[in-house]
């Protein structure tokens, strides 16, 4: 029956970026659909881990910050000491510095293009590693933005590194589709987050978005729920390298 290669019963997800925001969200829907969830943050998930577990899910905490490829191996052994395997890694993390770009500096830059582009790569393949090693196969979801597909303002290195994660994702896709691996991406519209706080603060900005938004609102952690649960189950086996917008429209305009 359909319903059932929706389920993740048995399977672990590594969602980086867990302790809040589209990252909570996504633990949460992954834990909901029956997987066990590694969530990886540089700071205390505890209200995350109380909402898997008030779903009825498990939750195992890796603090680390991802901002260098330093903590990857551990990232990853430490998962596969824990559960056993890993079966689903969410690349969500991600830092946004907004400055015009005649000022923007070379550590501003460094620091988005580390976090967000750098180190997605290189821990979609330490776990790539795993997945062809236990031939098991897997599901890999970048989190990309509509400036993934649009120039944005003052915000330079966010913009390149989001349009890189399309490309990467087509790219990764590729290679491991051959060992069962599907890579794919999530690109969400204008979610209420951390991420988009100042835009919201600034009532000009936060009018102008929400009226080019067909949904009339802002995306909420739980909007992301149905695309994460989709791409990390087996009724995704024959997508790959596909990016899926949830942005209320905004695309579409
Ligand atoms: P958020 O609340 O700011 O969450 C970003 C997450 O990334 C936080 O958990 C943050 O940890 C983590 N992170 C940043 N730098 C890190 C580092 N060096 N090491 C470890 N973790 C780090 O924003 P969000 O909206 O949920 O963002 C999640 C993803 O969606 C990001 O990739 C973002 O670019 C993308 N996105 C968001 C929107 C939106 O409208 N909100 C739209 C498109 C795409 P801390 O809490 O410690 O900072």
Redesign the pocket.
Known sequence: MILESFKLDGKVAIV??????????MCVALAEAGAKVAG????DCSETAKLVEAAGGEFFEVI????STEPIERIVESVVAHYGRVDILV??????KREDADKYTIEDWD?VV???QK?VFFLSQAVAKRMIEAKHGGKIIN?????SYQGGIRVPA?TAS?SAIIGLTRALANEWAKYGINVNGI???????????Q?RDDEKRNDEILGRIPAGR??T?DDMKGAVVFLASDAASYVNGFTLAVDGGWLSR
């Open positions: 980086t970026g867990a302790n809040t925001g589209l990252g909570q969200g990886v943050a540089r700071r680390a910050d991802l901002s690349n969500n993390a991600g830092v946004i620091t580390n976090v967000n180190v989190i990309a933005s509509m400036l966010y989001k690109a969400p519209g204008y979610m209420a987050t951390n991420n988009t706080a835009l802002w995306g952690p």
